[in-house]
């Protein structure tokens, strides 16, 4: 299964709407880095919203993807994140302290003209 | 005591790990749980069938429903039969991983739910269960 990544404008916009397994993860972080590579993407926002559950696993492969995406240059925002969702992460001891967040697509597009100064 | 019908799921294909949690949501949404519950317990078999699914060769969770006089909740229980875990609080120190992982799973188990028993022999297997009970 492979998620649908958008381009608008030079951002870059994923909403995550499949049941996640490790594999479908993997190939995103690697078809996201491949975009951005290809797009030039200076953002990226990734909506959270039908998401029921992260464990520790995809809690990774996101960290890993935000820190990797802002190597390449794009600053990644992560929107929507479930109340439900929220309280396990802490739970498991997952704080993703540097990942900048917002509550939803239209405020994560705007942290993101903010974070990038536009 | 009366308990429902064990249902289980065998842990061999990574997909396992999916089908593993979200029979485990049902259940819990059966049991009566609320969407945070269901997403602590879903997470917590996560974690546990990915373990079995990346240490072992093989092996299975099962769930049930605990109904008694005082009180309602999902058993867990997690069973293989892989290489064991020596030194079980190292295991249960967050931040140890042998897979280069968060090594967030074990510790985070425990305190997404209520009660958790950890039984593991050197060259035979593991067994781990976790109660969650409704509030
Ligand atoms: N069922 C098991 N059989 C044998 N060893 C296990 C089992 N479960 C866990 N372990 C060992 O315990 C360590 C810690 O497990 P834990 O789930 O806490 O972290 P992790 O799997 O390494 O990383 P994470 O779960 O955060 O992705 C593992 O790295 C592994 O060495
Ligand atoms: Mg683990």
Redesign the interface.
């Known amino acids: 299964m492979r998620i649908p990544i958008l381009k608008l404008h030079n951002y870059l916009l994923i909403s995550i709407q499949v ?1 996640m ?3 479908t993860a993997i190939q995103f972080q690697e078809d996201l880095l491949d975009k951005i590579h290809q797009t030039g993407a200076s953002g990226v926002v990734i909506d959270l919203t039908s998401v ?6 995809i ?2 492969v996101l960290g890993d993807v935000v820190k990797m995406s802002d190597l390449m240059g794009a600053k990644v925002v992560l929107t929507g994140i ?4 929220a ?2 992460l802490i ?4 704080h993703l302290q540097d990942v900048p967040t917002a509550l939803n697509l239209e405020q994560g597009l705007i942290k993101l003209r903010q974070e990038l100064g536009e | 005591m009366t308990m429902d019908l064990q249902s289980c799921v065998t842990i061999e294909k ?2 396992d ?2 089908k593993a ?2 029979l485990g ?1 049902e259940v819990a949404q059966k049991a009566g749980f609320g ?2 519950d ?3 317990i ?2 917590a078999i ?2 546990l069938a ?1 373990n079995i699914y990346l240490y072992t060769d093989g092996g299975k969770l099962c769930f049930e429903i605990i109904d008694n006089v005082e009180q309602k909740g999902i058993s867990m229980l997690s069973v293989d039969n892989g290489p064991g875990i020596e030194d079980i609080s190292q295991v249960m120190e ?1 931040g140890y991983s042998t897979s280069g ?2 090594g ?2 074990l ?2 188990v425990k ?2 739910v209520d009660q958790f028993d950890i039984q593991s022999e050197k060259g035979k297997g593991t067994e781990i269960r976790a109660v969650k009970w409704v509030r």
């Open positions: 049941e397994d490790d594999n029921e559950i992260i464990d520790s696993f809690a990774k479930q109340p439900a969702v309280v396990t739970d498991l001891g997952i | 990574e997909w790990i999916v949690r979200q949501r969407t945070v269901q997403a602590r879903a997470t996560s974690e990915r967050d992982g968060l967030a799973g510790p985070g305190r997404l």
